[in-house]
């Protein structure tokens, strides 16, 4: 079957970094998606990766391993604004989004 | 642009009642879907269209239908509510349905069936 984990919650300290792990098994892959949702609004995009490696946009990074079905997201120089739920999402074989439950990032001064 | 928006925002049903919540995007997109949100879950595809005229079930279609007779708008309707049904809907758009296309959202519909 198909499946995606990600911790639950995951606690920082404003100004560190933080990584948010997910690993993920599909019928075909297509890419990895993440998204950041803020409490009651709706997921907006954060960023794509389809090839193995890192890609960097700004503050926030996101890894792909494709042999290992394992991607991160990187968050540098934390914001209280960056509390959120964290949701990856991989594409598989019909261009079809399969979604993890989210990681609710909390964000302590 | 307004992007992708929803009506109603929240809505309270008894059991074996009927609605229909609205989708309507104004980025000439092709696609279109319709996700529903539970805590612990990740968002679960109902249906989704691949332009106007068409449309497909996802992973959770029982109990909802949906029509897209014009290319910016994408129904979903229930015609028998269910407590199971109580969730966070949410509808989607992307321009196509490819490598690295984005899905944008719109800002949800928050139903509680009694």
């Known amino acids: 079957g198909q499946n995606i984990d990600q911790p639950t919650e995951m606690t920082a300290t404003e100004g560190a970094i933080v990584q948010i792990n997910c690993t993920y098994q599909?019928?075909?892959?297509?890419?990895l998606f993440w998204y950041q949702q803020h409490a009651g609004e709706a997921p907006t995009f954060l960023s794509y990766?389809?090839l193995d490696g890192l890609e960097e946009k700004g503050r926030f990074s996101s890894f792909l391993s494709r042999s290992k079905g394992y991607s991160y997201l990187l968050l540098k120089e934390l914001q209280m604004k960056d509390s959120a739920s964290y949701l990856c999402?991989?594409?598989?074989?019909?261009?079809?989004?399969?979604w993890g439950a989210g990681t609710k990032l909390i964000i302590k001064p | 642009n307004a992007g992708v928006t929803q009506t109603p925002k929240f809505r309270v049903l008894k059991t074996g009642q009927s609605m229909t919540l609205l989708c309507a995007q104004d980025?000439?997109?092709?696609?279109m879907y319709w996700y529903r949100q539970d805590p612990g879950m990740g968002l679960r595809l109902i249906h989704y269209?691949?332009?106007?005229?068409?449309?497909a079930k996802g992973e959770v279609p029982d109990g909802y239908n949906v029509s897209r007779l014009k290319k910016q708008n994408f129904l979903l309707g229930l015609e028998s509510a269910a407590p199971s049904q109580t969730s966070v809907y949410f509808c989607?758009?992307?321009?196509?349905?490819?490598?690295?296309?984005?899905?944008?959202f719109g800002p949800g519909t928050r139903l509680l069936v009694l």
């Open positions: 989607a758009s992307s321009l196509h349905r490819d490598l690295e296309e984005t899905q944008y």
């Open positions: 980025m000439n997109h092709e696609y």
């Open positions: 269209s691949v332009g106007e005229g068409t449309t």
């Open positions: 599909t019928s075909g892959f297509n890419g």
């Open positions: 990766n389809v």
């Open positions: 999402a991989a594409m598989d074989s019909n261009y079809q989004l399969i």
